[in-house]
């Protein structure tokens, strides 16, 4: 799939941070996009008139992807519009925020929570793009975003990280199952810069675990939602025979994380 002119993009959560960077990547590359949203119509619909200014066609398609029935509409909206799906990126995901050290801070409906966004969500929604990826020519490519919280039992919550864990040992599953015609690869996040992250820790911890990350990575840097939508662009469009793998977008903080170190 090295030219994505013409074709046909589901990126879900696109309305805001790594999805929306992800739509706006796509299509200046020529890609048509489907931007999905969960409750940021707004911001949808303004990710979506920064594409259109790309001459590509757009929709924007309102659904929670812990609905099956709301993945299958979203994939039917695709095919209805343009006939063909040749991408889908699963980017939509919650959490809660809690110390890793306060059990008592998470309850059996917080993981059922997130897992069903994260987990099951990505799962329906590859369901529902299946069947079309490998009626086409070309096959299809799906991108799962999970993060660093997978591989190192970081995060948010420790629901996070087994969430993101599970998408990540699901990605594997499905790259076995879905070959020849479809590609499946997970990119793994580490600190991402932006209002999510900001929202969720508080200014001053953000500013505080931005500065601890940067000077953990090898790099000096973190991640931007620009710099994961470059890795998600490589599985789509880079080699071909890749399947089953991840990529970590850390600037090589993880390098330094040893069982005893992983904070």
């Known amino acids: 799939m090295k030219d994505l002119k013409s074709k046909v993009a589901i990126v879900t959560g696109s309305s805001s941070g790594v999805g929306a960077a992800t739509a706006r990547l796509l299509a200046s590359l020529g890609c048509h996009v489907v931007i999905n949203y969960n409750s940021n119509s707004s911001g949808a619909e303004s990710i979506a008139l920064e594409c259109v200014k790309e001459e590509v066609e757009t929709l924007v398609v309102k659904a929670n992807v812990a609905n099956d029935d709301d993945c299958r509409a979203l994939a039917a909206a695709a095919i209805d519009k343009w006939g063909r799906i040749d991408v889908l990126v699963n980017n939509a995901g919650t959490t809660k925020f809690v110390d890793h050290a306060n059990l008592d801070g998470l309850d059996a409906e917080d993981f059922q929570h997130i897992y069903g966004v994260n ?9 529902a793009v299946a069947e079309q990826m490998k009626k086409q020519e070309e096959g299809g490519a799906i991108v799962n975003v999970a993060s660093i ?5 970081v995060g948010s919550s420790i629901a996070y990280a087994a969430s993101k864990g599970a998408m990540v040992t ?4 499905l790259a076995r199952v879905l070959g020849p015609e479809i590609r499946v690869n997970v990119v793994c996040p580490g600190f991402i810069e932006g209002e999510w992250l900001k929202e969720g820790l508080g200014e001053q911890n953000y500013e505080r675990a931005r500065e601890a990350a940067r000077k953990g990575a090898p790099l000096g840097v973190t991640a931007t939602a620009g710099t994961v939508a470059d890795a998600i662009l490589y599985f789509i469009n880079g080699p071909q025979a890749v399947t089953g793998e991840s990529i970590i977008v850390d600037g090589g903080r993880h390098l330094g994380m040893t069982p005893l170190t992983r904070r």
């Open 149 to 153: 919280a997978a591989v190192a039992g």
């Open 170 to 173: 699901m990605t594997l599953s």
């Open 119 to 127: 987990v099951i969500g990505c799962y329906q929604m590859v369901r």
